[in-house]
């Protein structure tokens, strides 16, 4: 019984499929060497293996960064600090009562600022009709009593 391997002629989607295991020299000898070859050849596909490189060694540096031991000291001595102060956590008052009233204060400054300009109007002559009222078409009118009229 004889294992035959069956040598498949390299696509870039065969090429992608198997850049990692490349990489990593897990492919057999033939394949290696057509993936490499593959790789030269084709720009799309080294492009893609470029980003890959670069993908990794920002993976693995931010692998490689330690947090600062000293940051959780920083935070608890500003946090003493706050409390030596005399800071004052927030109270009801402040969080709740203070937006109410400036949104209620507003809306009665709105209100009185309306009422205001209402009562500035000047009132002459309240039989005049405004000119709006005057230069409405009314020839569909005219038409309906010329109508009644015969």
Request: charged share 25%; glycine share 4%.
């Amino acid at each position: 019984m004889f294992l035959t391997i069956k040598i498949l002629k390299m696509n870039c989607q065969l090429c992608q499929k198997e850049l990692d295991a490349w990489r990593d020299g897990k492919l057999p000898r033939d394949i290696m060497t057509q993936v490499g070859s593959h790789l030269e050849e084709c720009e799309t596909c080294s492009n893609i293996y470029r980003l890959q490189v670069v993908a990794d060694k920002v993976i693995n540096q931010e692998k490689e960064l330690q947090p600062d031991p000293f940051l959780a000291t920083r935070v608890m001595a500003g946090i003493d600090n706050l409390e030596g102060s005399g800071y004052k956590p927030e109270t009801l008052f402040s969080r709740v009562l203070k937006p109410v009233l400036l949104t209620a204060s507003m809306a009665a400054a709105i209100f009185f600022g309306i009422i205001l300009g209402n009562l500035s109007w000047p009132v002459k002559d309240s039989e005049t009709i405004p000119v709006e009222l005057a230069l409405i078409d009314d020839a569909a009118i005219e038409s309906v009593n010329i109508l009644l009229n015969d």
